[in-house]
């Protein structure tokens, strides 16, 4: 089993700025993919960001340039620091981690339990 502790959601006002953590603890041999994805209510859930092991990583189109994924492998935490925050940025956020398990062979995908983020204008 693997557990995924979310932190650092809130409520800021339109072009303020939050900082999600992530941290994965459990049953942990390696972390692949770690992702922030998003769902605002009424919408489905949306990838936001998402970064390798070895660091690279995509965005949604809708946060290039305001969003920033990082991770630290040796904390097994992956983080997103949202700056220029809009209202359209509300959503519940979730991080996802894919990780191998020791002696067992394939991946799994493991999500958090949601941080929800409110912009105001």
């Known amino acids: 089993q693997v557990q995924l502790v979310e932190s650092g959601g809130g409520s800021v006002q339109a072009g303020g700025s939050l900082r999600l953590s992530c941290a994965a603890s459990?049953?942990?041999?390696?972390?692949?993919?770690m992702g922030w994805h998003r769902q605002a209510p009424g919408k489905q859930r949306e990838l936001v960001a998402i970064i390798s092991r070895a660091g690279s990583s995509n965005y949604a189109d809708s946060v290039k340039g305001r969003f920033t994924i990082s991770r630290d492998n040796a904390k097994n935490s992956v983080y997103l620091q949202m700056n220029s925050l809009k209202p359209e940025d509300t959503a519940a956020y979730y991080c996802n981690v894919e990780s191998s398990r020791t002696g067992v062979s394939g991946r799994w995908s493991t999500w958090g339990q949601g941080t929800q983020v409110t912009v105001s204008s």
């Open positions: 459990g049953d942990i041999f390696s972390i692949y993919a």
